[in-house]
């Protein structure tokens, strides 16, 4: 068993144990997120009641492989960068990705409107009505040097099929 210490801007800090099958390597790999395996919680940063610059959805995925073995947690967090005219919430991402061999962080920078769900309402998806590659920015453990880009494909319900286009 291992523990793992983890801390990221927006989420706080973690313990995880690893538990399961590991990756053999740092390359491409399709996981799958369970929308039952799913927390999803809005934090509302200046007290205003509803959305703003600067609030955050803050979610954990369990993460499974493609022989449905659990490998680890993806922890995202969405922060709003901006509201148009339309009072549309434009959004930025990081995502984490905490495998049982190592640690792979992705962002969505800037802007990226049109989403499906307000940032404020966690019992639907905050997933964007078209796929927006997100980009790896690095890792730790098997994945130090992380590079690539990440996609997902919506299925039913809060189930994802997340892409890493991944390579050390």
Do not use: W
Request: with cysteine.
């Amino acid at each position: 068993m291992r523990v793992k210490l983890f801390s990221a801007i927006g989420i706080g800090t973690f313990v995880l144990i690893g538990s399961g099958p590991a990756f053999a390597d740092c390359s491409p790999m399709e996981l799958f997120a369970p929308g039952a395996e799913r927390n999803a919680q809005f934090a509302d940063l200046d007290g205003s009641g509803g959305v703003s610059v600067g609030d955050q959805r803050l979610s954990r995925h369990a993460l499974v492989g493609p022989d449905g073995s659990p490998v680890g947690t993806r922890y995202t967090v969405t922060s709003v960068v901006s509201i148009d005219d339309e009072g549309n919430a434009h959004r930025s991402g990081e995502y984490i990705f905490v495998l049982d061999d190592g640690v792979i962080i992705a962002t969505r920078p800037g802007e990226t409107p049109h989403f499906q769900a307000d940032v404020d309402n966690t019992d639907t998806r905050l997933s964007p009505k078209h796929d927006v590659p997100r980009i790896i920015t690095g890792g730790f453990g098997a994945y130090e040097g992380a590079t690539g880009t990440f996609t997902t494909t919506r299925g039913d319900g809060f189930d994802t099929l997340i892409v890493l286009d991944v390579a050390c």
